[in-house]
């Protein structure tokens, strides 16, 4: 219903940016004596131009036309106040905050993170491990006492081997042994999968530290992962309510003894598959690698295929039930194709750690900020810490200093009192075991790191250029979205009265096509339907006539009965529409034989059936009006001749 809607906001929205300043200073056309500038124009023309299919909508009076329209809008929305509105504000901000994270990276890092994901998600290995449980927080006493163990379990195994040593040791509580199997790239934490992925085929790791505790892995093979499928499938899905559906379950054994005969997949596909999607083109899908589909017995029956060719006996998934056939293996996706991904999976997972060391260090550098705060600085804290920063009751002291310097980010000076507010807001969930010391510099790195960034988020859409112009983008998109809701959407769906005058006036628009009741028989075996003909023309039963022409050992022919228009799947092309049993035609490399019982004539829809189609029309109309009565609002002046320059530069 709001297609109308969405052609200009994706077509205008586009690298639009309102308020930049061009070396084209041309005035295109005003509202109101409010300029646009041809440059505006001209960069969301030529930015969009590839992005239209429909050709009018590429000459420059049309797309000058709808330019205009658009600007209308944006005007009408300032005029009703919609951008002062807290929702419309509050939106925005959380958008900005959003956008600014992936403005808020170190690429270089990032990059290097990306390429060792890629070669991880490419390969699998198979490993074991001994853990040797200790907290994060420990203290020096407890988490040397556990390094020392771990050591001393790596050199038994060594020499006793390690599948010996981590059976015995396992107790389940402070010391864990345990077989892992294969797994690839962000499966594992971060430090674990390194440590895995680095150490050789039969050898056993140096100890390293996760946030479980101390581990050495054993690691006893790698291998490639088993990359990506490409099937086809056949889907049959339950129709409780329609009375003349047959058992799915029954309906794919017989199409599957039709494959086992010899006859065409592709063709059966196209003739039976309830998956719209892709029953066109004979059931092909488009490639899956593991995990993509969500669907583990559709998984297993693709990746079970071993021969291109091979087809599945039929199974049964929460969709429906299918049969599967092989047509393509290949290994994992390109680097270039899986990178966006990796990208998304990196900075979701312990990597992003690095990630955020790196980010903070060059906005150290950005705005000039001292790497450590000075011994006193931290030391002044510490004096002032007790015991009720455990119990999450501790206050700032009388006397504290509140107003001296901290540090200074670009052009916002950080007080004491700043960061003793952070240290009173944060004070959760710390171990009694750690020291002031220890606390108080922790909370400042995560102070320093959360300032530099908020500052950096603030100062963002001054400092980057393109970030300002998508901000704009979604600026005018949000603003645009809240006047068509609140002007058309909206009033269309509550305007009943309005709506039925609307299909009163436009009924010869809604109807039904012209259909036909039909059964229509497909076989691989044009004798057989010919068989099927004399046997309908007897008024048989489809029962009765599947009962003599199938048996145990062969399905011929499928029947399909339906209400069916001009394009029905199971319908010949250019079928004509005619009472009584058709001639045999061929259709999607099979033969089909068509009774039409009826042929219901073109009918009139009610105002019930037609509703949600009179409504989307309603809205187009009562948007078409609005946009009208706003061109008599404001005073539009086109400069014709600088028009006339667009169209000079654009066609040549």
Request: net charge positive; charged share 30%; no cysteine.
């Amino acid at each position: 219903m709001k297609l109308k809607f969405y052609f200009p906001l994706f077509l205008f929205l586009a690298f639009i940016n309102i308020n930049a300043q061009t070396e084209n200073k041309d005035v295109l056309f005003t509202i109101d004596d409010e300029a646009v500038y041809t440059s505006e124009f001209l960069r969301v023309y030529n930015k969009n131009l590839d992005l239209v299919k429909d050709e009018s909508q590429k000459d420059i009076d049309q797309y000058l036309k709808l330019f205009t329209s658009y600007k209308l809008k944006i005007k009408e929305a300032h005029a009703l106040g919609l951008n002062e509105k807290q929702s419309y504000l509050r939106e925005l901000s959380n958008y900005k905050k959003q956008l600014a994270k992936s403005y808020m990276t170190d690429t270089k890092v990032t990059e290097q993170l990306v390429e060792e994901a890629y070669k991880r998600v490419s390969n699998e290995v198979k490993a074991d491990h001994i853990l040797i449980k200790v907290l994060e927080t420990a203290n020096p006493e407890d988490t040397l006492a556990a390094f020392n163990k771990i050591v001393k379990l790596r050199e038994r195994a060594l020499t006793e081997g390690f599948e010996k040593v981590r059976a015995e040791v396992h107790n389940g509580q402070t010391v864990y042994g345990e077989k892992l199997g294969y797994f690839s790239g962000f499966k594992m934490v971060y430090k674990f999968e390194t440590a895995a992925f680095n150490t050789a085929v039969g050898d056993i790791s140096k100890p390293f530290r996760t946030r479980f505790g101390y581990h050495i892995v054993h690691v006893s093979d790698k291998r490639k992962s088993r990359g990506e499928r490409t099937v086809a499938h056949i889907m049959l899905v339950s129709k409780p309510n329609d009375t003349l559906a047959e058992n799915p379950e029954v309906r794919i054994q017989e199409i599957y003894k039709k494959i086992e005969q010899g006859e065409d997949f592709e063709s059966l596909a196209k003739q039976f598959s309830d998956d719209k999607n892709t029953a066109s083109k004979g059931g092909m899908m488009a490639p899956i690698s593991g995990g993509q589909l969500r669907v583990p017995e559709f998984e297993e029956a693709a990746f079970g295929l071993s021969e291109i060719g091979d087809v599945s006996k039929p199974f049964k998934t929460d969709y429906g039930w299918h049969i599967v056939k092989l047509f393509g293996k290949k290994p994992v996706a390109k680097f270039e194709t899986m990178k966006p991904e990796l990208v998304d999976m990196v900075k979701r997972d312990d990597r992003s750690k690095l990630i955020d060391a790196a980010l903070v260090n060059k906005l150290k550098e950005l705005y000039n900020v001292k790497s450590r705060p000075l011994d006193t600085d931290i030391d002044y804290f510490v004096s002032i810490f007790n015991d009720d920063y455990f119990k999450k009751s501790w206050q700032l002291p009388k006397g504290f200093k509140k107003d001296k310097p901290l540090v200074r980010i670009g052009e916002h000076q950080l007080t004491y009192d700043d960061f003793g507010n952070y240290l009173i807001n944060t004070q959760r969930s710390i171990k009694q075991n750690e020291s002031f010391k220890s606390i108080v510099s922790k909370k400042y790195d995560d102070f320093l790191k959360e300032n530099l960034i908020e500052y950096r988020e603030d100062n963002l859409e001054f400092e980057n250029e393109e970030f300002a112009h998508i901000v704009n983008e979604y600026r005018d998109g949000l603003l645009l979205f809240e006047l068509m809701e609140t002007t058309i959407w909206n009033v269309s769906k509550t305007d009943s009265l309005a709506i039925k005058d609307y299909y009163n006036k436009n009924v010869s628009k809604y109807v039904f096509p012209k259909r036909i009741d039909a059964v229509v028989a497909s076989s691989a075996k044009q004798k057989t339907l010919k068989k099927v003909s004399k046997l309908l023309e007897k008024n048989m039963t489809l029962n009765e006539i599947k009962s003599l022409i199938n048996s145990n050992d062969g399905i011929d022919v499928i029947f399909t009965s339906d209400i069916m228009d001009a394009n029905h799947q199971a319908l010949p092309k250019d079928f004509k529409f005619k009472k009584g049993i058709s001639k045999i035609q061929k259709h999607n490399n099979a033969f089909v034989l068509v009774q039409v019982k009826d042929v219901l004539p073109e009918t009139q829809k009610t105002f019930e059936e037609s509703k949600g189609l009179v409504i989307s029309d309603y809205q187009n109309y009562k948007e078409d009006k609005w946009i009208q009565d706003l061109g008599k609002k404001y005073k539009i002046s086109i400069n014709q001749d600088v028009v006339a320059k667009v169209k000079t530069e654009l066609n040549k």
